[in-house]
Antibody, heavy 124, light 106 residues
């Protein structure tokens, strides 16, 4: 059974940093691209970024709203995905989800499994 | 960036109703579109990918169609467990983008 469990959320002051983790089980993490998606309270879903797999050199993509402040990394040997968040702003307050992606025959990647999310609150 | 516009933003329906939600992309995305269901306080659940392919375990009352810029999600006979918010997402190009959501209420 595929499981994704996020942790590391909490209260942080504006300008501060936080590192989220996502523990993966039930599948081979190294085979998959992995995404982070967030949801501000009462709002819709916003894609944060993606890390490709080892075969694609672990390269990353980011939303413009977080580029230069957030960094996605992974440790396949520990079955873990990470989101390092620096220079946090109040507008980064959200539930953060990690999600697995699957490669379609077209070569594009779509999200199939999601974790339960972890809440990050940026406030003074 | 590709903008995804869902309509309606909310709808009221009854058990047994047929419900259709529309998603429009600001430019062509072929069939690189997914649909997700989210219930209050829960993580999103994947329903459909490639515009019309059902994820494993998703009941056949859900169906998707469309290509290019216009897409629909249809629930053939609404059941109590289907009351939720539904999101479309394009994965044709970065940044991936979601529609604003459609809340299906009783």
């Amino acid at each position: 059974e595929v499981q994704l469990v996020e942790s590391g959320g909490g209260l942080v002051q504006p300008g501060g940093s936080l590192r989220l983790s996502c523990a993966a089980s039930g599948f081979t993490l190294s085979d998959h691209y992995m995404d982070w998606v967030r949801q501000a309270p009462g709002k819709g879903l916003e894609w944060v970024g993606r890390t490709r797999n080892k075969a694609n050199s672990y390269t990353t993509e980011y939303a413009a709203s977080v580029k230069g402040r957030f960094t996605i990394s992974r440790d396949d040997s520990k079955n873990s995905l990470y989101l390092q968040m620096n220079s946090l702003k109040t507008e980064d307050t959200a539930v953060y989800y990690c999600a697995r992606t699957v490669r379609a025959t077209s070569g594009h990647y779509y999200l199939d499994y999601w974790g339960q999310g972890t809440l990050v609150t940026v406030s003074s | 960036d590709i903008q995804m516009t869902q309509s309606p933003s909310s709808l009221s329906a009854s058990v047994g109703d047929r419900v259709t939600i529309t998603c429009r992309a600001s430019q062509g995305i072929s069939n690189y579109l997914a649909w997700f269901q989210q219930k209050p306080g829960k993580a999103p659940k994947s329903l459909i990918y490639a515009a019309s392919s059902l994820e494993s375990g998703v009941p056949s009352k859900f169906s998707g169609s469309g290509s290019g810029t216009d897409f629909t999600l249809t629930i053939s006979s609404l059941q109590p467990e289907d009351f939720a918010t539904y999101y479309c997402q394009q994965y044709n190009s970065y940044p991936l983008t979601f529609g604003g959501g459609t809340k299906v209420e009783i």
